[in-house]
């Protein structure tokens, strides 16, 4: 029994152990310094942030599903009313008439989601929404 206990002890003292093969050295180190001004940037861009958000009115579904019916940033209304009312009929939906969809469409503009102009072709006017970054931001 003891020589078995020799044996071990010497196969210990011949293998060496990982930290037998490092070599530690001391490492100085320093404490940051508190960067006061780039912390008040921050927060002072997160507190524009939520102001914006704050105001910013929250659109209803049909809203949100006419935005994200822009394939192009300058649309025409025929072109609107056919496919927001192909995705509706799709979804077992009835589709819009095209007052409504004109009074909603006029109420992103209000928002600020969308611009509105008139344009004349062949001698009849038509018209033309436009994607606003705020409209692109909410699409895209």
């Keep these: 029994m003891f020589k078995k206990k020799g044996k071990e002890e010497k196969k210990k003292k011949k293998s060496k152990l990982a930290k037998d093969f490092v070599n530690l050295t001391h490492?100085?180190?320093?404490?940051?310094?508190?960067?006061?001004?780039?912390?008040?940037?921050?927060?002072?861009?997160?507190?524009?942030?939520?102001?914006?958000?704050?105001?910013?009115?929250?659109?209803?579904?049909?809203e949100q599903a006419i935005l994200t019916?822009?394939?192009?940033?300058?649309?025409?209304?025929?072109?609107?009313?056919?496919?927001?009312?192909?995705?509706?009929?799709?979804?077992g939906m009835d589709g819009y008439k095209l007052e409504k969809l004109k009074a909603i469409l006029d109420n992103l503009v209000e928002m600020g989601y969308l611009k509105y102009e008139a344009v004349e072709y062949e001698s009849k006017f038509n018209d033309v929404y436009i994607l606003t970054e705020l409209g692109k931001e909410q699409v895209f």
Excluded: A, C, H, P
């Design 27 to 62: 490492v100085e180190t320093k404490k940051q310094k508190v960067d006061y001004k780039g912390m008040v940037d921050i927060l002072s861009q997160k507190e524009k942030y939520d102001e914006q958000q704050q105001f910013r009115k929250k659109l209803t579904t049909d």
């Design 69 to 91: 019916s822009f394939q192009k940033n300058r649309m025409l209304l025929d072109r609107i009313w056919i496919i927001t009312n192909q995705s509706r009929i799709q979804m």
